[in-house]
């Protein structure tokens, strides 16, 4: 029996990969900062309880993230710098990762970058898979302009969104497999713009009300809308956003 150890393993892809490795036969070990949450309580930010929880665990998957808005990932590369500290016997660690982030310069971005490249750097066997958006992460977006009567979106802007369970069954499949340093990229069936996005929520849901498009200036902007973020050439997930939504 394999064990592995999740690191935000409560969140959207940690709540989808847990059930998969533990239908197939893995021991699963779930980290959070919160008595009862998971089942091994640590804290990646100040290294407390990471040590017990790693403890004899072959296969590490780190999925958690800084993502608070106020955070933008700022301490990600402190925490996954703490975890390979803590994990040096395991055979195998998973980074989740982002497609494009060494392509956009946005601030998030440029956090998980530095993680991928901790990790590359570290003697901790490794392998990073980078997936496009979740349709888990648009929907959730759309979700909170329910909160305002109008809407302004990048209804230009293109996305390769995936369904967050079919990237935990390639996680899956990863970790059973020799570490790759750089996996594939992972992306969702199809290119949509966001305004077909829009589109396909608003015949399902009644908010936003109203919707208008938004551009911002710069470089950051200009990569979304050159597509940097998705990956044509790896449409691996089937779920279609239509499909996420009929869900």
Known sequence: MTVVLVTGGTGTFGRKLTPILAARGHEVRTLSRHPGLGTHVGDLTTGAGLAQAAAGADVVVHAATDSRVTAMGRTDPQQTARLLGAIGDCRHLLYISIVGIDAIRYRYYRSKLECERLIAASPVPSTTLRATQFHELIARVLVSTARSPVA????????????????????????????????????????????????????????????????????????????LHTCPEHADGHQTWEEFLAA
Not at 164 to 179: F, T
Not at 199 to 216: M, Y
């Open 152 to 227: 302004m979106l990048p209804l230009d802007l293109p996305f390769q969104s995936v369904a967050a369970a079919e990237v935990a069954a390639r996680a899956a499949d990863l970790i059973e497999g020799e570490p790759l340093g750089r996996a594939p990229d992972f992306g969702g069936p199809q290119v949509l713009t966001g305004r077909q996005i829009t589109q396909a929520w608003l015949h399902r849901h009644s908010h936003p009300r109203v919707v208008f498009g938004i551009r911002w200036p710069g470089a950051v902007y200009r990569a979304f809308a050159a597509g």
